[in-house]
């Protein structure tokens, strides 16, 4: 992602409280919190469902018989 030195965290800071104002930063930052963590909940769910493998049929047995109709 890169690195962000301090100046650049408080410039990006900054301007997410002149956008949002102060009183509406903290529920946003709850819902992305929130957000986050029900999206890392989903991946390791997805990647600890097994993919069951389908089994062949067994395949079906034909009876020939000895007579003839005729």
Same mark, same amino acid.
């Given at each position: 992602? #890169? &690195? $962000?030195?301090?100046?650049?965290?408080?410039?990006? #800071?900054?301007?997410? $409280?002149?956008?949002?104002?102060?009183? %509406?930063?903290?529920?946003?930052?709850?819902?992305? #919190?929130?957000?986050?963590? &029900?999206?890392?909940?989903?991946?390791?769910?997805?990647?600890?469902?097994?993919?069951?493998?389908?089994?062949?049929?067994?395949?079906?047995?034909?009876?020939?018989?000895? %007579?003839?109709? %005729?």
């Amino acid at each position: 992602m #890169g &690195n $962000l030195g301090m100046t650049e965290l408080l410039l990006v #800071g900054g301007i997410a $409280l002149l956008f949002f104002g102060s009183n %509406r930063l903290p529920s946003l930052g709850q819902a992305l #919190g929130k957000t986050i963590s &029900n999206f890392k909940k989903e991946l390791f769910e997805i990647s600890n469902d097994e993919v069951v493998p389908k089994q062949p049929s067994e395949p079906k047995q034909i009876q020939i018989s000895s %007579r003839v109709k %005729r």
